[in-house]
């Protein structure tokens, strides 16, 4: 009951192509780009389409996201049947965008039944099927994804979106888009015509050049983690802030913070957004960070004390112990691995809030539990801050 028989470009046995046309199986004619997409792929393509007995297949290791832009861009205009896909991080929209391609297969990975994927970036049916609605997603949907390095591909925005849309049957379909760099990124994004993206480390703060305009609460923090695209113009917005707020008060089970000794670790994009939101509730703060002149000038700009990893943080944190943020990239899952802190030794009456929720439970935060510490993790935070999102993508509420 076969249908296809696959052959490497190059591989010629006459008797299985005869027979394949006899009983009326097509041949896929397949070839692979290992390095990227090379400047002659036009010419490459149009010479394996030339056979009409045959369906082309074009499979392109993206070393960049401009790999990733070129392969939809070799394909607009394409009406043949055919196949095309870009492998590894950069390349795994086009497995989720398919239809988009033209493209008359996806090629998913038995992972789920202990099967090794057969090329980097296949994902398993479940999440193809369930999280990203492969089976019912069209090519004039809207398109919403989440800017950020190769680790954005862990992220849980995904399934939190499309969760979202598909209870409120909105078509659209929301994906993660590693990248290394924001302007190659916004590249594929106006060929895709992407109407808005969550942003996350390392572009919050390298992303804000390239807007429009931006929210009081995204020029106040100086750090963005939502955009979206209204025609031709670009806004953006920042939910960290809120998202942090409304998780904190739960977990200390409090509506404010006046008084509340607080350590922020690090001084990024998440940091800034804690600091705002800190300032807000009415919370005493110093920042820690590996860099004096961030930290430094973070905290000057809500008269918080400041240190960096030296004899000074130990002291301030001495101080400033009520609560604990940990807003640094240290202990994120596809990251750098590690205590932040592992020079701190817990009394047992702090709190930690861990902003990192993969994985769900960190080095530092086993330490402050085994101290007999409160801790949560980011998840929290991430939910708030994405139902926010939500609304500004969907002009809906998040559905219970």
């Not at 070799?74 to 590894?88: D, R, V, Y």
């Not at 429009?212 to 609460?217: G, V």
């Not at 009456?349 to 439970?361: C, G, H, M, R, S």
């Not at 708030?384 to 509420?397: I, N, R």
Request: a neutral charge; proline letters at 4%; hydrophobic letters at 40%.
């Amino acid at each position: 009951n076969f249908s296809y028989i696959d052959l490497e470009y190059d591989f010629q046995i006459p008797a299985i192509q005869e027979a394949a046309r006899t009983f009326g199986i097509k041949i896929i004619r397949s070839r692979h780009f290992m390095n990227g997409l090379p400047p002659n792929a036009g010419k490459i393509w149009e010479e394996l389409g030339s056979k009409p007995y045959e369906i082309p297949k074009l499979a392109v290791q993206a070393k960049s996201l401009a790999d990733v832009d070129g392969v939809f861009r070799l394909f607009e205009n394409e009406k043949k049947e055919h196949i095309a896909l870009s492998m590894g991080e950069y390349g795994f929209c086009t497995r989720i965008l398919a239809e988009k391609l033209g493209s008359s297969l996806v090629y998913a990975a038995g992972s789920g039944f202990g099967f090794e994927p057969a090329a980097p970036g296949q994902l398993e049916p479940y999440s193809l099927l369930d999280v990203y609605r492969i089976r019912e997603y069209k090519p004039d949907w809207k398109i919403f994804g989440i800017l950020g390095a190769s680790n954005v591909l862990h992220s849980m925005s995904p399934a939190i979106h499309n969760k979202g849309f598909s209870k409120l049957g909105i078509n659209s379909l929301y994906l993660p888009f590693p990248a290394d760099s924001e302007e190659a990124f916004l590249g594929l994004a106006e060929r895709l015509d992407i109407q808005g993206f969550s942003v996350t480390a390392p572009y919050k703060e390298k992303i804000l050049p390239y807007l429009d305009s931006i929210s009081a609460e995204t020029e106040a923090i100086g750090a963005c983690n939502t955009v979206i695209k209204r025609g031709k113009h670009l806004a953006g917005y920042n939910t960290d802030a809120y998202g942090f707020s409304k998780a904190v008060k739960a977990f200390l089970n409090l509506d404010s913070l006046h008084g509340v000794k607080t350590t922020i670790i690090g001084a990024g994009g998440a940091a800034r957004a804690v600091a705002f939101a800190l300032k807000g509730l009415g919370a005493r703060a110093c920042i820690i960070n590996r860099s004096m002149a961030k930290a430094k000038k973070l905290a000057e700009t809500y008269g918080f004390e400041w240190s960096g990893m030296t004899e000074r943080a130990s002291e301030l944190l001495g101080r400033y112990n009520d609560l604990i943020v940990q807003t640094s990239s240290v202990g994120l899952e596809g990251g750098l691995d590690g205590d932040p802190i592992e020079w701190y030794e817990f009394s047992g009456k702090e709190a930690l809030f861990e902003t990192i929720y993969a994985p769900p439970e960190t080095i530092l935060m086993k330490r402050a539990q085994q101290a007999g510490c409160r801790v949560t993790n980011g998840l929290g935070m991430l939910k708030a801050q994405a139902e926010a999102q939500f609304k500004l993508f969907s002009g809906e509420e998040y559905p219970l």
